[in-house]
């Protein structure tokens, strides 16, 4: 099962060459992440805000294939290739929605970590049901 999030391209995310600036890719992935944990009980920001765990990169690759442009909408799809004891590995995979051209490939590993001590923990299992649904 995948979860998929629709991002406009906006103004501020260009450079002067018109096309999307590469590290907002990152940015975009993040708001999809958000997305992601939405299912549980007050979003990703009850998970940063209330109950402190955070998904701190550990790892991140990207394979960019085309460019975003201004006016573009971004497609992210987010699966899940691997769940482990304290941390997991998501893939974002961006098409342009208008015609499903390849964007971008990103993966990313991170640790599940107690954010008031920085230290990776056990994944909580609500928190691994939502990881493990969406398991590639």
């Keep these: 099962m995948t979860v998929v999030y629709d991002r406009p ?3 501020e995310d260009v ?3 018109g096309i999307v600036f590469f590290p907002r890719f ?3 992935c993040h708001e999809a992440m958000e997305t992601f944990f ?3 009980p007050g979003g990703y920001a009850a ?3 209330q109950r402190r765990i955070g998904f701190p990169a550990v790892h991140l ?3 960019f294939k085309s460019p975003l442009r201004y006016g573009d909408v971004a497609r992210i799809a987010i699966d899940v290739p691997h769940v482990g ?3 997991a590995t998501l893939r974002y995979t961006l098409t342009r929605a ?3 051209h390849a964007i971008a490939l990103v993966t990313h590993i991170c640790a599940i970590a107690a954010l008031d001590v920085l230290k990776a923990i056990a994944i909580p299992d609500d928190i691994r049901a939502v990881l493990e649904a969406h398991k590639a």
């Design 61 to 63: 690759e990207v394979d």
């Design 85 to 87: 004891n304290r941390s």
């Design 26 to 28: 990152l940015s975009y």
């Design 98 to 100: 208008a015609d499903g």
């Design 9 to 11: 391209v906006r103004f």
């Design 15 to 17: 450079d002067p060459a």
């Design 38 to 40: 939405a299912a549980l």
């Design 47 to 49: 998970l940063i805000t």
